[in-house]
């Protein structure tokens, strides 16, 4: 009887704990259906979306949180749609990932972007650091810059612990720059007297979007398209390794910290927790679709399902931000992703003209 009881009392806990998820989790996803309805009006319009919904969806959320302050009723649920939902989506991403498409590539243009995507990451990280940011902030300024944009902030923020505020400037300031990216490369086309080619990985080497990508290069015509679009694949392939070290980098942190406090507090330690288990679901997710274990018919509604919870998890985030927070580092963000997005440039120019 005891047990019995017992039983039934951790059952009634679960259910009162996923009660009280419920009006945050739909909180977020009243938020996330408008982006995705003002998504899919700028793609009826332009085409293409130049803002995103995740970050349509942070600044409605940083709008309402201005306006109204959620009370302790919603913030359960706001905080698992921020961290846990997130979780589910960065896993879910590795079924659309095939490491055979790197391989198909070719390996000096997979070397080249590999080496500007490392160069990059240091080079930015470095010089948020000296602007005075954070070094979680650093790091995804630094992601989101080299890789691509929104989705590897959102992909590296549950691995470094970062709070809702460093993601949300992160995000909000790195999208206005991908949305000036996409009106202003053209024109570098005729500056610099860019064949198709040349265009094509000009734009994939520093578009952040996939979307952007193809909204920046369709006016230069089908070549640039192709070429921009697989050599933006080939850079949001590197997510995968970036974010494996940096779930282990921290792990160590982690563990050497607990070692200065104890030994046995280290050595309690499970090696299982040092990756993060949504890390070790994206890799076996991967290598299945690499093996083709994964039908092709499943990829679309895997990949679209990450997209909405990723798009679920930036709400959750933009009610949970501060604009005050926002302000006092404003300046210092907007010159890190500025100048990290110039050297970026520049550097994928000098590539470009390797590729004459």
Known sequence: MPEQEQDQGQKQGALRRIFQLIPGILLCGVVTVISLGIQAAEERVFDHPYIEALVVAILLGM???TAWEPSARWR?????????????AVMLLGASISFAAIVASGGLLIGAI??????MLAVSYG????????????????CGNSICGNSAIAAVAPVIEADGDDIASSISFTAILGV??????PLLIPLLKLTATQYGILAGLTVYAVPQVLA???????????????VKLVRVLMLGPIVIGLSLLVARRRKAGAAKEGTSKAASISPFKLVPWFIIGFLV???LRSFQLVPDIAIAPVTKTAAILTVVSMAALGLGV????LSTVGGRVTAAVTLSLLLLLGLSIGLVHFFK
Do not use: H, N, Y
């Open 322 to 325: 501060d604009v005050r927070v």
């Open 76 to 88: 359960s649920g706001i905080a698992f749609s921020a961290k846990q939902l997130l979780e589910v």
């Open 285 to 287: 997710l991967a290598a």
């Open 127 to 142: 010089l948020s650091r000296v602007l005075g940011l954070k070094t979680k902030l650093a790091i995804l300024i630094a």
């Open 114 to 119: 590999a080496v500007t995507v490392v160069i």
């Open 63 to 65: 709008a309402v949180r």
């Open 180 to 185: 000036l990216m996409v009106l202003g490369l």
């Open 216 to 230: 920046a290069t369709v006016p230069a015509g089908i070549v640039s398209t192709q070429i921009g679009t697989l």
